[in-house]
């Protein structure tokens, strides 16, 4: 039998398929990949896209949550874009694999305001 996430169809997609997708900048640099997606519980909505951007070979990447909200496909890129310049990305809330992370509600808020997204965290 067929494994049926593997398959896409319209606007739906398997979480595991947008792993690895590239996200690029309005000007069409690429700045990172989807490492990860962030879900609501409840409701099964995406909150986040955690991109891996930087570092070589897997060293010194960082991971920035993105609100998925800030992110559009486009089908001609096969890929998500953002409106951010690397400069930004540099300065938003990020962390890296050698640092210990939790991720909290306020930590949520900081992610949500630096991008001046809704806030899903109430």
């Given at each position: 039998?067929?494994?049926?996430?593997?398959?896409?169809s319209?606007?739906?997609?398997?979480?595991?398929?947008?792993?690895?997708?590239?996200?690029?900048?309005?000007?069409?640099?690429?700045?990172?990949?989807?490492?990860?997606?962030?879900?609501?519980?409840?409701?099964g909505?995406?909150?986040?896209?955690?991109?891996s951007?930087?570092?070589?070979?897997?060293?010194?990447?960082?991971?920035?949550?993105?609100?998925?909200?800030?992110?559009?496909?486009?089908?001609?890129?096969?890929?998500?874009?953002?409106?951010?310049?690397?400069?930004?990305?540099?300065d938003?809330?990020?962390?890296?694999?050698?640092?210990?992370?939790?991720?909290t509600?306020?930590?949520?808020?900081?992610?949500?305001?630096?991008?001046?997204?809704?806030?899903?965290?109430?």
């Amino acid at each position: 039998m067929t494994d049926m996430t593997k398959t896409t169809s319209g606007s739906l997609i398997a979480a595991e398929k947008v792993n690895g997708t590239n996200v690029y900048n309005t000007a069409g640099d690429k700045l990172g990949s989807v490492d990860d997606i962030m879900l609501d519980k409840a409701s099964g909505r995406a909150i986040y896209a955690i991109m891996s951007f930087g570092g070589f070979l897997g060293m010194g990447e960082k991971y920035h949550p993105l609100p998925w909200s800030s992110l559009k496909y486009d089908s001609q890129k096969d890929g998500y874009v953002v409106d951010l310049d690397k400069k930004q990305l540099q300065d938003a809330p990020h962390y890296d694999q050698s640092s210990p992370f939790e991720w909290t509600p306020e930590y949520g808020r900081r992610v949500d305001s630096y991008y001046n997204a809704p806030h899903y965290w109430s």
